[in-house]
């Protein structure tokens, strides 16, 4: 069955520090992916996304992630988070074909401590 | 321009009525989703509309839940008979197109949250 995972479910960082969330997708072939941030009460903003070609993608507010065929992972980096970074991240796949659904990992909550 | 809307914004029920739940997607967008997001299941895909029709209506939990999408623009999810459990933030998004057309990519609006009491 296809499935993404975010083995994390809650990180906590410092304010400048560095962050990498952890995104893995079991499909049958290489699927579309994708990053959303959710702050609370709010609906999910897309930060960035994967469809093929360079696999160093850069997206909204100094993030972006790196796509590894090998290891099946889409993982979303900033180099320093800033404190209005705190929400929670979803990592979503789309089947290329056909399939019209996102599936979605289970969420990791970032909290920024000053 | 205008991103996805959706009304209301919050909604409180008690069990055994019915609601309906509505969403303005962005314009010019074909596409139209309805997602729950609720702490037991996480963000789950509910039912997908290509125009006015349903090609994916798996994702719909029982009979009591329905939605139809009319002049290819806003949906209306109705949920008949509520039960606690259906109690979540709904959430719809919209894209340009579908995959096989280049337009996957899907918006999201800020969500109904409902709560059957």
């Known amino acids: 069955a296809q499935s993404v995972t975010q083995p994390d479910i809650h990180i906590t960082v410092s304010e400048g520090a560095s962050l990498e969330l952890r995104c893995n997708y079991s499909?049958?072939?290489?699927?579309?992916l994708f990053w959303y941030v959710q702050s609370p009460g709010q609906g999910l903003q897309l930060l960035l996304k994967y469809f093929s070609g360079d696999t160093l993608v850069q997206g909204i507010k100094g993030f972006e992630a790196e796509f590894k065929r090998s290891q099946s992972s889409f993982n979303l980096r900033k180099p320093s988070v800033h404190w209005s970074d705190a929400a929670e991240y979803f990592c979503a796949a789309l089947s290329n074909f056909g399939n019209e659904k996102l599936t979605f990992g289970t969420g990791t909550r970032l909290t920024i401590i000053p | 321009g205008a991103g996805v809307s959706q009304s209301p914004s919050n909604k409180v029920t008690e069990k055994g009525k019915d609601v309906e739940l509505r969403c303005d997607p962005i314009?010019?967008?074909?596409?139209l989703y309805w997602y729950r997001q609720s702490l037991g299941q996480g963000l789950e895909f509910l039912i997908y509309f290509q125009g006015n029709s349903a090609p994916d209506k798996s994702g719909l939990p029982s009979d009591r839940f329905s939605a139809e999408r009319t002049g290819g623009s806003v949906s209306t999810l109705t949920i008949q008979r509520t039960q606690q459990e259906d109690s979540a933030v709904y959430l719809c998004?919209?894209?340009?197109?579908?995959?096989?057309?280049?337009?996957?990519?899907?918006?999201f609006g800020p969500g109904t949250r409902l709560l059957v009491l």
């Open positions: 998004a919209s894209s340009f197109g579908t995959s096989g057309q280049g337009g996957e990519t899907q918006y």
């Open positions: 499909y049958g072939a290489t699927p579309y």
């Open positions: 314009s010019g967008h074909t596409a």
